[in-house]
């Protein structure tokens, strides 16, 4: 069974960059699939971030695009999410998941974690 | 603003059946057959339960179909049962570009 699991700090200064990695069990990276990130603030709806492909293509929200970095480590079987220049209306639940890119559909979830954007 | 318009909530007792709807343009919704949505309980991460339109995943009960015309998605549930309350929420594929894009979820009630 696919898990995900995501980890990193629940709180990051304005102006900084926002670090998480997933932790993905029961099925190798490397075999394929885009691997994602969807944030919800409190309260409020889903937004797609971006993903990846295990080969190295990533497409990335137009309107985060300038400040999302989204990459693979296959050896470790985890891919990340780096968001630079955060404010708080960064503060959000990030989850990782599985993206199903034939499909366009995220198959598999983590269970996500809150990030608070304070100083 | 989210790309894909919900309406913000909906009720239906038990047994009855219930549609959530997902307009988007013709950019999206419809200009691709790439429509999914998604059940998400208070603190809980989604959960994928129609894929391309109308496609259900393995375990996803057969009470829950899905489907489009035009440029509007819809979600229907049928035999409203009092654990499908939650939030619904809808994405669908908007090209190279834009990739993908949720709506601003629906609350479903059960009354």
């Known amino acids: 069974q696919v898990q995900l699991q995501e980890s990193g700090p629940g709180l990051v200064k304005p102006s900084e960059t926002l670090s998480l990695t997933c932790g993905v069990s029961g099925f190798s990276i490397s075999s394929g699939f885009y691997w994602g990130w969807i944030r919800q603030p409190p309260g409020k709806g889903l937004e797609w971030i971006g993903s990846?492909?295990?080969?190295?293509?990533?497409y990335y929200n137009p309107s985060l695009k300038s400040r999302v970095t989204i990459s693979i480590d296959t050896s470790k079987n985890q891919f990340s999410l780096k968001l630079s220049s955060v404010t708080a209306a960064d503060t959000a639940v990030y989850y990782c998941?599985?993206?199903?890119?034939?499909?366009?559909?995220?198959?598999?979830w983590g269970q996500g974690t809150l990030v608070t954007v304070s100083s | 603003q989210s790309a894909l318009t919900q309406s913000r909530s909906v009720s239906g007792s038990p047994g009855q059946s219930v549609t959530i709807s997902c307009t988007g343009t013709?950019?999206?919704?419809?200009?691709?057959?790439?429509v999914s949505w998604y059940q998400q309980h208070p603190g809980k991460a989604p959960k994928l339960m129609i894929y391309e339109v109308s496609k259900r995943p393995s375990g996803v009960p057969d009470r829950f179909s899905g489907s489009k015309s035009g440029n509007m998605a819809s979600l229907t549930i049928s035999g409203l049962q009092a654990e499908d309350e939650a939030d619904y929420y809808c994405c669908s594929y908007a090209g190279y570009y834009t990739f993908e894009v949720f709506g601003g979820g629906t609350k479903l009630t059960v009354l």
């Open positions: 013709s950019s999206d919704v419809g200009g691709y057959n790439y």
């Open positions: 990846m492909y295990h080969g190295g293509t990533t």
């Open positions: 998941a599985r993206h199903w890119g034939a499909s366009h559909a995220f198959e598999y």
